[in-house]
Nanobody, 115 residues
């Protein structure tokens, strides 16, 4: 059974930075495509960035240039470095594993950006 555990969220002022982590277990992490999503209160969950097993990353427009998705296969860990945070980045951030037999989600970590 795949388990994803996020951490690293918190309260930060606008312009600040946070680094989120997602530790994966129960799968061969190095073979998994992974992603970060977020969901603000009252809004639908949206994609932030994805990274494939080869380390190729893609970003949504709002994340391009400010956020960096990365992975450490030796630690089975996915990261999201977020810089120059804005109040509109406030949301619960989730990591996702794209599985052949179905996707897996973490429980989420809250990011709050104050103005």
């Amino acid at each position: 059974q795949v388990q994803l555990v996020e951490s690293g969220g918190g309260l930060v002022q606008a312009g600040g930075s946070l680094k989120l982590s997602c530790v994966s277990s129960g799968s061969i992490f190095e073979l998994d495509a992974m992603g970060w999503y977020r969901q603000a209160t009252g809004k639908q969950r949206e994609l932030v960035a994805v990274i494939d097993s080869g380390g190729i990353a893609n970003y949504e427009d709002f994340a391009e240039g400010r956020f960096t998705i990365s992975r450490d296969n030796a630690k089975s860990t996915l990261y999201l470095q977020m810089n120059n945070l804005k109040p509109e980045d406030t949301a619960v951030y989730y990591c996702k594993r794209f599985g052949v037999n179905g996707d897996d989600w973490g429980q989420g970590t809250q990011v709050t950006v104050s103005s």
